[in-house]
């Protein structure tokens, strides 16, 4: 898997500026992790002002992410904590 990383970046970014709507992004999100072996991807857009709300666009089971929005858990997931205080997107 490590080693055909970089092919499946190379495809995924192929892919991601080939799509037009959020379907093409789910699919080129769900093809990217499943060829890294992955069963489930989430892709979390937080809102610019505060009454915003967050855009989920993942294949997680629509149960779990309504809770997920509706509970507000991206104030406390840690993923998400880490990529607001630190790191670059690529």
Request: aromatic letters at 12%; proline letters at 9%; hydrophobic letters at 40%.
């Amino acid at each position: 898997m490590t080693r055909d990383m970089p092919l499946v970046f190379e495809t995924f970014l192929e892919r991601l500026s080939q799509s037009v709507d959020e379907a093409d992004f789910r699919d080129a999100m769900a093809e990217a992790a499943g060829r890294l072996d992955l069963i489930f991807f989430a892709y979390l857009s937080l809102p610019a002002r505060p009454s915003g709300k967050p855009r989920l666009i993942s294949n997680y089971p629509p149960r779990w992410t309504r809770q997920y929005l509706e509970n507000q858990y991206e104030k406390l997931d840690p993923v998400v904590l880490r990529a607001r205080n630190g790191g670059c997107p690529f």
